[in-house]
């Protein structure tokens, strides 16, 4: 028998008594990782004022705090208050699709299950340029009519929902139960498409550019190579935080990186 990747042997069971094989096995038991387990990262986050002692030591002691996420892509770790997605909330995402589909992709990509809801144009296949595993990835495009009821049961069996309003508006109530599954569940609800009250973090991707599609006389043609982006995150208690990122195909898959300088807007001279 293996139990969280330590064999218990029949030679150790022989010499214990009932009481202890049933404690011993419920201690392995007990290490085994909950659905999803792999895909969390834990993000420690210092206090921003230092916590001194009175014992007049020579550097000051930080209080933690610590936080399980959902991985993002690299490029928006810095970005977001925790690091990636806190399990346990709700977040929006609005504006590029990429931003979404980046999500899932990084969630999957890490072992994560994630459900989408109400979707029927998600891109699967940029999903799986940018390190999707689709046998993580289940799609339901058309929930029916109450797709809110569809993502709440979802989230006791996924690390990530992803939920698409369709426009729709969630009552203030149901939305409170809903986040409350959530927290109680550990999972993770992504919102788009709609209007829902009380999301912990709000994203609002666009794109501001693209690489491949020639300049001057040659405007307009080309291969499109790239796609710049601007994401602005808000939340309950972090200030507005803007990043510009830049998707380019590597390596045949698609890449995320944060620009290090600031790029002028493409500009076009018109003739009158």
């Known amino acids: 028998m293996t139990v969280s990747g330590a064999s218990v042997t029949p030679d150790v069971l022989d010499g214990l008594s009932l009481p202890e094989r049933v404690a011993l096995l419920r201690s392995r038991m007990a290490a085994v990782p909950s659905r999803g387990e792999t895909a969390s990262v834990r993000i420690e986050n210092s206090d921003p004022d230092p916590v001194r002692s009175d014992v007049g030591e020579a550097e000051p002691i930080r209080a933690v705090r610590q936080r399980d ?81 569809v993502a ?31 927290r109680s569940k550990g999972s993770t609800l992504l919102v788009t498409d709609g209007h829902w009250d009380g999301a912990e973090l709000r994203l609002d991707a666009s794109v501001h550019g693209y690489d491949g599609l020639g300049t001057g006389r040659e405007l307009g043609r080309g291969r499109l190579r790239g796609v710049r982006l601007s994401v602005c995150a808000r939340g309950r208690a972090m200030r507005p935080r803007t990043v510009r990122l830049d998707l380019r195909a590597e390596n045949g898959r698609i890449e995320w990186h944060a620009e290090q300088h600031e790029q002028n807007p493409l500009s076009i001279a018109v003739s009158t």
């Open 69 to 149: 996420v959902l991985p993002v892509p690299s490029a928006l770790i810095d970005v977001l208050p925790h690091g990636g997605l806190v399990r346990g909330t709700v977040a929006s995402v609005s504006g590029a699709g990429s931003l979404l589909i980046g999500l899932v992709a990084a969630v999957t990509g890490a072992g994560g299950h994630v459900a989408v809801i109400g979707q029927p144009r998600f891109g699967l296949l940029a999903a799986v340029e940018m390190g999707a595993q689709l046998s993580k990835l289940a799609l339901i495009p058309d929930p029916g009519p109450d797709p809110v009821e």
């Open 152 to 182: 709440a049961i979802l989230l006791d069996g996924v690390d990530l929902v992803v939920l698409g309003l369709g426009g729709q508006s969630v009552s203030p109530t149901r939305a409170r139960a809903v986040v409350a599954r959530a």
